[in-house]
């Protein structure tokens, strides 16, 4: 079952991450654009997600805490500093859906006693 969970994570990982960045560089990106509060939001996410997604291929309960806390941090600047409200739609739980795999992953790899795998990705 850790096996799978890994795999799904991963699988999901980067197909999450390649349609982030058919968001982030499609043809209306302007960074001169972005506000100050809106970097700090993209730190989080699309940016903090995806470092957590790849940290979590060799670590996954490291990456799947990353991407778990870029997320809830990109929810708390949205709330407190851009809307004042929660954004609308399932859409950015769905795309940090597989930090939930990796840490089913971890947690089970962890639960047989095991010390994280530092030499391989298998």
């Given amino acids: 079952m850790e096996t799978a969970f890994r795999w799904i994570g991963r699988i999901l990982s980067v197909l999450s991450i390649a349609v982030l960045l058919l968001f982030v560089f499609g043809e209306e990106f302007a960074p001169s654009k972005i506000t100050a509060v809106q970097w700090l939001a993209f730190a989080f996410f699309p940016i903090g ?13 490291i990456g799947s805490i990353i991407t778990l806390g870029s ?3 990109f929810y708390l600047v949205f709330i407190f500093l851009m809307n004042g409200s929660i ?8 795309f940090a859906l597989p930090a939930v795999a990796f840490l089913a992953a971890g947690l089970l790899h962890n639960r047989r006693g095991h010390e994280p795998k530092l030499s391989s990705f298998a």
């Fill in 71 to 73: 997320l809830v941090c």
């Fill in 87 to 94: 954004p609308k739609g399932p859409w950015f739980l769905v």
């Fill in 49 to 61: 997600i995806s470092i957590g997604f790849i940290l979590a291929w060799k670590f996954e309960l």
